[in-house]
Nanobody, 121 residues
Framework: QVQLVESGGGLVQAGGSLRLSCAAS????????MGWYRQAPGKQRELVATITSGGRTNYADSVKGRFTISRDNAKNTVNLQMNSLKPEDTAVYYC???????????????WGQGTQVTVSA
């Protein structure tokens, strides 16, 4: 089994910062892309940022210049530094990883349980 566990969500005022972390553990042979997605009430889940195993990043236009994604391949972790937060950033944030387990070939798509981020005006 493989688990993705997020931490670091919470309540912050507009203009503030939060740092989200996600650790992947279990029967992992390797991890390919990792990323963060978010889902606000009444809306579909959307991409926030992704990062390849080589460090190439991709961001949603709405967070460019404010959020930074990073990862530690040795620790199987991915982080999201969120600065200049806005009320519209309020959502449940989900960690995502494409991984190959030790017990099977191919890539599996894993999700964390989500962590709430609330930005007050």
């Amino acid at each position: 089994q493989v688990q993705l566990v997020e931490s670091g969500g919470g309540l912050v005022q507009a203009g503030g910062s939060l740092r989200l972390s996600c650790a992947a553990s279990g029967s992992i042979l390797r991890i390919s892309d990792m990323g963060w997605y978010r889902q606000a009430p009444g809306k579909q889940r959307e991409l926030v940022a992704t990062i390849t195993s080589g460090g190439r990043t991709n961001y949603a236009d709405s967070v460019k210049g404010r959020f930074t994604i990073s990862r530690d391949n040795a620790k199987n972790t991915v982080n999201l530094q969120m600065n200049s937060l806005k009320p519209e950033d309020t959502a449940v944030y989900y960690c995502n990883a494409f991984y190959q387990p030790t017990y099977a070939g191919g890539l599996y798509n894993g999700w964390g349980q989500g962590t709430q981020v609330t930005v007050s005006a």
